[in-house]
C-alpha cells in the first residue's frame, strides 16, 4: 500500500554508501588502526556516519535527502529508538553498538558489523554519545527484563489477535496487521516528519524479528515514534462487564466480534485485576504480550510461507534481522 520507490536493497544500499562515502574523501576505512588507543573516531565518524547523520550529529547530512521516510537520527536530542531500557529513558551504550553493528533492516542504515572492527564500533557509540548532553547529565535506566518465551501454539495466536484488538493496535497497524489503520495516514514523528505505521506481513522487523526482540518492542516503545510502549498497567485491561465491547469493535467484521465478545468476557474484571497478587498480574501481562508476539509474527508472509513448508526454522525466517 505504500509504495516505496526507492526502497533500500542490500546491491542500492551499498552504491548509495559508496558514492557517499565517495563525496566526503573517505579513506579506506579498514586500514584505520584496530586500537582503541589510537582509533580516530572523530574521523570516522567524519568518514562513515557523516554523508547520513551530519558533521553535527543533527541527522541532516548531504545524503539524508536522498533517503526517504526514514532519515537517519538526529544524535542531539538524546532520542534512540531501539533500546532495551524502558520508555523516557536514554539507551545503554550496549543498544548503540547493537544498532551499529546490525544496522536498521529495511532502511538504508547499514550494517557496520564486517565493514568496522569491534573496537571502532565501541568508539563510535562513545563519540555519537558526545552529540547530546542529555549523556553527561543521566544516566540510563536498567534493561527491561525479557521473561522466558511462551511456546507459540494455534492457541495463543488466536489469543494474539483478540489482545491487538483490545489494546487497539489495529488503529495504527490496521485490522489485519498491514500498516493501514485509520490513523496510518495521520502520524508523524518527533522532528514533524510523516511516518507509517510497520506492515506486519512485510517482514524484517527493524529491532529485531526474533519474539524476544518484538517482546522488547512492545515494552520499551520506539522513541521518537508514535509507536507506544505497552507497560504492564496498559496490557492488565479488565474483562467482563468492565469492558465496552461495542465502543472496541468499531469496522471489525461480526465473527471477530463475536471472539472478542467471548474472550473479554473470560478475562479479569477490574476489581479482580486489582486484587491480583503481584506475580500473577505479572503473569498474566507476559502471557497477554506473548500472545500478541506470535500473533504479529504469524502475519509475517515470508516466513508464513516458510513455516509452512518446512516447520520452525528460525535461521531461514528473516534472514540478518533475525540473530
Ligand atoms: C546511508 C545513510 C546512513 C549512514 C552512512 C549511517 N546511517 Fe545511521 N541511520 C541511518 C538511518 C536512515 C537511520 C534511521 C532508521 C530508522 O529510524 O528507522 C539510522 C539510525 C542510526 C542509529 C539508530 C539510533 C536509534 O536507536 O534510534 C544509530 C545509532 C546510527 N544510525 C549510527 C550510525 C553510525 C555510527 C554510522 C557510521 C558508522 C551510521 N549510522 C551511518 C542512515 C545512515
Ligand atoms: C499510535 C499508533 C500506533 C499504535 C496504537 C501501535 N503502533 Fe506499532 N508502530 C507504530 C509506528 C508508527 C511504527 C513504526 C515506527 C518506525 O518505523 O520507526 C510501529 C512499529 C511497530 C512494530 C515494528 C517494530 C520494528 O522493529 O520494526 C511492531 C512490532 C509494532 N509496532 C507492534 C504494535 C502492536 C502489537 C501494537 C498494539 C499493542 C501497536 N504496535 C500499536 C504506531 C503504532
Redesign the pocket.
Known sequence: MHAKPNAPTRVRQAA??GA?LGLVGAQNLSAQSQHVSTIDAAGL?RD??S???GRLGDGQGP?ARL?GE????DFTVGV????TTPTGSL?ADE??FR??SRG?PG????E?EEM?TEDQRWA?VRY?KGFSDFFADEEPDPPVSIPREREVSAELVSEGRLVYVALRCAQCHGPLGRGDGPSADELTDDWDRKIHPYDFTRGGY?AGSAPSDIYRTLVTGLSGTPMPAFERDIVLFPGGPDIDVAQMSEGLDPGTVDDLRTFLADQPTRAQVAAMSNADAQSLAEDRLWALVHYVRSLDRPRGLLFRLFGEKPELSTGRSNR
Do not use: E
Open positions: 548509495l554508501l557517499l565518524y562513515a556516519c554523508p547520513c547523520h545524503g533517503l526514514a532519515q537517519p537520527r534512540f529508538k531501539f533500546r539507551p543498544d548503540i544498532t551499529i536498521v532502511t538504508w542504515m547499514p557496520w568496522l563510535l555519537i527493524k
